[in-house]
């Protein structure tokens, strides 16, 4: 990567287009403009339409007017242009990773990680477009033929977070173009711009008019209330809080509007006392610090086996406490900032909770001085089952150790929460960990690895972290429907079914 100057950073801001996309237009907000800020100084890096209900209708209206032309546009070149799409993503590397640090804090070099991450779901799922099929049965009493085939649900609302700027969108607008389904994406405020680079190179590669287009709002409820209740959206496909999910279902039963619902977690991370200890404190340290604790996928509970509990802890805490906290564009920078001042005073509150229910801060225990909203990477000890963080998600950079004693114990403490995103175990011990896997309440595990994203693989949750699966061959299956036909090969002898 060139060296990162301020002009450089300037020219990365300027090239991104600042309006919403609609119907293949760029074009203001009825709204306005609203600012998007650098966490790491507090400081606006520009300033982008602000969307009105109306504007958001205007872009439904655009992916149902483009709906069935694209539903039947031939498969290979919907993946050819995700393919393309793919390509430049890949070609601009470094320009997106810098857009993704400025807005969202992130070190430069997991920037390139999630934009290398986010490119490959459009690979993934160029190779998919082709590969949609049905069957051909005949009915059990041999008199009727079955047919089944799978179509786009039709026109999608994708809304997406701030902590994976790029790539919660890539999960979401790789399958849909594949499935042949338009879309209105609404990205986070706070982190709009890699999604707005990402629809200008969609609009570089051929994708026809209409089919993605993008809108930005600092009125989030209202403008999304207003899509969620229109008729002629078929599919809501929601990353986010659990909160605002729940929420989204509620609006989502006055239309019965089919759901993908990706929501948060409360990983547990168990460490059996077999396990290969660097190992698992290196697993810990990525499941933990990636994104600066800010994933729904970080470990938000790490249980340890009391006899190497201290030992887990203590080798935990002098990795945290080497690593080098700033803004992402710098040099050797491995923690950035949380997104904003409110999430920081969150993150040190559940901190303080725990301080003050007997919990020992090994290293870190505080918000960092000075501008930008730092938090030093934080082990805490001795943490009380009544502890805040040990049933809320956490969301920065703050691990929780916790003893335990056996297999059960370990099961009761992971399952005993509302989420289920992912776990993550250590254990040397292969029939100790199948029988683990089996009973942890969870949609997806990590054996011995601190990473278990893949788009390869079919990522989501069960209970309050929502469901639907986005990756893998399941990642397409939430854009389409299925159709079934009953043939009658011998029209004149219709018989009863049998
Ligand atoms: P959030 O507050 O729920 O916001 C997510 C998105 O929903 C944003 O685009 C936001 O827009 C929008 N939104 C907010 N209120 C809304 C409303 N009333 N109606 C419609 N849309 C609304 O979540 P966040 O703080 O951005 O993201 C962090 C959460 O996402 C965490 O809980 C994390 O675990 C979860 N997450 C889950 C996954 C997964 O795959 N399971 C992946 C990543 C993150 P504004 O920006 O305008 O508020």
């Known amino acids: 990567m060139t060296t990162i100057t301020q002009t450089l950073e300037q020219q990365v801001i300027g090239s991104v287009p600042v309006q919403l996309y609609i119907a293949g237009e760029w074009q203001g907000g009825a709204n306005g403009t609203l600012a998007v800020e650098?966490?790491?100084?507090?400081?606006?890096?520009?300033?982008?339409?602000?969307?009105?209900?109306?504007?958001?209708?205007?872009?439904?209206?655009?992916?149902?007017?483009?709906?069935?032309?694209?539903?039947?546009?031939?498969?290979?070149?919907?993946?050819?242009?995700?393919?393309?799409?793919?390509?430049?993503?890949?070609?601009?590397?470094?320009?997106?990773?810098?857009?993704?640090?400025?807005e969202m804090g992130k070190?430069?070099?997991?920037?390139?990680?999630?934009?290398?991450?986010?490119?490959?779901?459009?690979?993934?799922?160029?190779?998919?477009?082709v590969r949609i099929d049905g069957r051909y049965a005949v009915s059990p009493n041999g008199q009727m033929r079955l047919l089944t085939m799978r179509q786009p649900v039709g026109p999608c609302l994708l809304i997406t977070p701030w902590n994976f700027p790029l790539a919660m969108g890539t999960r979401k607008i790789g399958p849909a173009i594949a499935a042949g389904c338009t879309m209105v994406v609404k990205p986070a405020k706070q982190t709009p711009l890699s999604m707005l680079a990402l629809a200008s190179i969609f609009e570089d590669v051929g994708l026809p008019a209409g089919v993605l287009n993008l809108i930005t709002t600092n009125s989030a409820g209202p403008t999304m209330a207003t899509l969620i209740a229109d008729r002629r959206l078929r599919k809501l496909s929601f990353t986010g809080s659990t909160e605002i999910g729940r929420e989204l279902m509620q609006q989502a039963s006055g239309t019965l509007l089919r759901l993908s619902m990706e929501l948060g977690g409360n990983a547990p991370f168990i460490v059996f006392d077999d396990a290969d200890l660097n190992a698992a404190v290196e697993g810990a340290v990525l499941a933990k610090m990636r994104n600066m604790g800010e994933a729904c996928t970080a470990a938000n509970r790490l249980y340890a086996q009391r006899e190497i509990a201290d030992e887990f802890a203590s080798r935990l805490a002098?990795?945290?406490?080497?690593?080098?906290?700033?803004?992402?564009?710098?040099?050797?920078?491995?923690?950035?900032?949380?997104?904003?001042?409110?999430?920081?005073?969150?993150?040190?509150?559940l901190v303080q909770d725990a301080v003050g229910r007997g919990a020992r801060a090994l290293v870190g225990g505080a918000a960092l001085d000075g501008a930008g909203y730092f938090y030093?990477?934080?082990?805490?000890?001795?943490?009380?089952?009544?502890?805040?963080?040990?049933?809320?998600?956490?969301?920065?950079?703050?691990?929780?150790?916790?003893?335990?004693?056996?297999?059960?114990?370990?099961?009761?403490?992971?399952?005993?929460?509302?989420?289920?995103?992912v776990a993550y175990l250590y254990t040397?011990?292969?029939?100790?960990?199948?029988?683990?896997?089996?009973?942890?309440?969870?949609?997806?595990?990590?054996?011995?690895?601190?990473?278990?994203?893949?788009?390869?693989a079919p990522f989501g949750g069960v209970k309050q972290s929502g469901f639907g699966r986005e990756g893998g061959p399941e990642g397409i299956d939430e854009y389409l429907a299925t159709k079934y036909v009953a043939i009658n090969p011998t029209p004149g002898e219709e018989k009863r079914p049998g």
């Not at 919907?78 to 590397?93: K, N, S």
């Not at 080098?324 to 050797?332: C, D, N, Y």
């Not at 056996?406 to 399952?415: F, H, I, L, P």
Request: proline share 5%; aromatic share 4%; hydrophobic share 40%.
């Open 107 to 129: 070190p430069i070099s997991e920037s390139r990680g999630e934009v290398l991450y986010a490119a490959e779901f459009l690979r993934w799922f160029s190779e998919e477009a």
């Open 38 to 102: 650098d966490p790491a100084t507090g400081e606006a890096l520009t300033e982008i339409a602000d969307a009105s209900p109306e504007d958001a209708t205007a872009a439904l209206d655009a992916a149902v007017a483009a709906a069935e032309q694209w539903a039947s546009h031939p498969p290979r070149e919907r993946g050819e242009i995700l393919r393309r799409a793919y390509e430049t993503i890949i070609d601009r590397a470094d320009e997106l990773a810098l857009l993704m640090t400025l």
């Open 318 to 349: 002098e990795r945290l406490g080497s690593m080098k906290v700033g803004r992402g564009t710098e040099e050797g920078v491995q923690v950035g900032p949380m997104i904003d001042g409110i999430q920081r005073a969150k993150v040190d509150e």
């Open 428 to 456: 040397s011990n292969l029939s100790r960990g199948l029988r683990m896997i089996e009973r942890l309440e969870t949609g997806m595990v990590g054996l011995n690895t601190g990473l278990v994203s893949n788009p390869a």
């Open 376 to 421: 030093e990477p934080t082990v805490l000890a001795d943490v009380q089952a009544s502890s805040k963080l040990l049933t809320e998600e956490i969301f920065g950079p703050v691990a929780p150790v916790v003893a335990f004693d056996t297999e059960d114990d370990a099961v009761a403490r992971a399952n005993d929460t509302e989420y289920g995103l």
